[in-house]
C-alpha cells in the first residue's frame, strides 16, 4: 500500500467516523418562506460542521406553536431548536424555558441587530433568549396598475377609509379580482395579529388599565363591523380559511388588488420566480383612521433553544450560522439581495445593494422603528405588545377569539354575538387568572 492510499483510507475513516458521531439536531420550524429557503441552504453548515446532522419539523403556523408550547412547558426536549415569536420569549425566558444565547460566534455582531427587534430578544437579566431569522411590521402591498384603472393614486400614508373606496373600486369578481385580501383564518397569531393591529388605529384596545375586556366598547364594533363588511364586499370567497400564506398565494396568482400583510412578504410578491404580477406590487404604510396610531406590527421569527435540550452547544453554532452577516451574504449570493431575510440587522438596510434591489426596504424598516409595544394603543393599556398582549393567558384567549371573529367573517354568528361572546370568555379568564379583582 502506497502512502496516497493510506491517507485516503485515513481520511475516509474519519469522514465516516465524524458523520456516525454526528449530533444530530430535530429544528421545528414554520412552514414560510423563508425558512423553506434556509432549509434549502444548510449543506453550507453541515459541510463546514460534518459532526452536526439536521432534522427538520416543517409545521403550519397554529400547529407549530401549539406543540412547541406543550414542549417546552414540559421540559420534553423533542426539540433542540424552535422558531418562536416576539410574544414568546420574554415570557418564557422569565419562566426558565429557554437557554441563554452567550455564544453565538466570534463574528456575531449582536449589536448589528435593530434595536426594535433585539429589545424584545432580550431577558431581564440583559441576556439575548432567541436570535432573530427574520423580522418584520406590517404594511400595504398593492397593484398600482388595479390602482390605476380604479383613477386612484395611494398616499404613502393611506387611511382605512381610502383603502375601503380603493378595495371596492378595483374589485372585479368577473376577472377574479378581489380588491383586498385579509387574513381571516383562526389564530392569535393570525386573524387576531391582523385584526389587534388594526383595532389599534380605530382606537380600540385588549383592556383598560383595570384589565377589563373593552370588546363590549363601540371601538371594537366599528373594527369588526368595518372589516367583515370591507370583506363581504371586496374579499375573497372563503377568506375565514385565509391566513398568510393562503393570502401570498392569491397575490401572487393575480386574484387581489391590495393586501395588507407582513412587510416580509415583499420580496415574495415582487420575486418574478415566485410571482405573477412582480413587477406591478406598489407598497405603502399600513392604514390608520385619524386617531394616531397606525395598523402596524411588530414580529420577528426567532431560533431558540429550548431548556429541555442535551445539544445546546450544537444548536447555539447552528442559530448563530443562521442569523449570521455570512448567511445573509449566502442568500444574496443564491437568490438575490433582494431575498435576504429582513428586518433583523441595520447593515443590511445601510447595503446598497440591498436597496437597489429591495424597493420595499425603507418602507419595511420605517414600519418596524414606527412600531410601538409599550404604547400600542390610542388609549392607555396595562400591556406590552402591538398585535398581541404579552401575557401567558394570551395564547388561548387570542386564538378562541380569532376563532368567534372568523366565524363573524363566515357568517356563522353576527358581529354583535362575536363581540358578546369574546367580551364574555375573555372577562371569565381574566378573573379566574386573577388580573380582574
Known sequence: ????????????????????????????????????????????????????????VTLEENVLRERVTTDVATKGGQYDIMTIGTYEVPIWAKQG??????????????????????????????????????????????????????????????????????ARKMTDRAAGINGICLRGKAGWGENMAFLTATANAFGARWFDEKWTPQFDQPEWKNTLDFYVKLMNDAGPQGASS???????????????????????????????????????????????????????????????IPAGSQKTEAAEKFIGWATSKEYAALVAEKEGWANVPPGTRKSLYENAEYQKAAPFAKMTLDSIDAADPKNPAVKPVPYVGVQFVAIPEFQGLGTTVGQLFSAALAGQMTVDDALAQAQQVTTREMTRAGYIK
Open 97 to 166: 424555558w429557554l437557554v441563554p444565547l452567550d455564544n453565538l460566534g466570534a463574528d456575531y455582531d449582536v449589536d448589528d441587530l435593530l434595536p426594535a427587534i433585539r429589545s424584545g430578544l432580550t431577558g431581564e437579566d440583559g441576556k439575548l433568549y432567541a436570535a432573530p431569522f427574520y423580522g418584520e411590521s406590517s404594511m400595504v402591498m398593492y397593484r398600482k396598475d388595479l390602482m390605476e384603472k380604479a383613477g386612484l393614486t395611494m398616499p404613502d400614508a393611506p387611511t382605512w377609509e381610502f383603502i375601503a373606496d380603493a
Open 1 to 56: 500500500m502506497n502512502l496516497r492510499t493510506l491517507l485516503l483510507g485515513t481520511c475516509s475513516a474519519a469522514l465516516l467516523c465524524g458523520i456516525a458521531n454526528a449530533e444530530t439536531l430535530t429544528i421545528a420550524t414554520v412552514n414560510n418562506g423563508d425558512m423553506v429557503r434556509m432549509q434549502g441552504l444548510t449543506e453550507a453548515f453541515t459541510t463546514k460542521n460534518p459532526d452536526i446532522q439536521l432534522e427538520w
Open 242 to 304: 385565509n391566513g398568510f400564506n393562503e393570502n401570498l398565494a392569491l397575490f401572487q396568482q393575480g386574484n387581489c388588488g391590495m393586501w395588507i400583510d407582513a412587510t416580509v412578504a415583499a420580496s415574495f410578491v415582487s420575486n418574478p420566480k415566485e410571482s405573477t404580477v412582480a413587477d406591478k406590487v406598489g407598497y405603502a404604510l399600513a392604514p390608520d383612521t385619524g386617531l394616531g396610531k397606525r395598523g402596524n406590527w411588530l414580529w420577528a421569527w426567532n431560533l431558540a
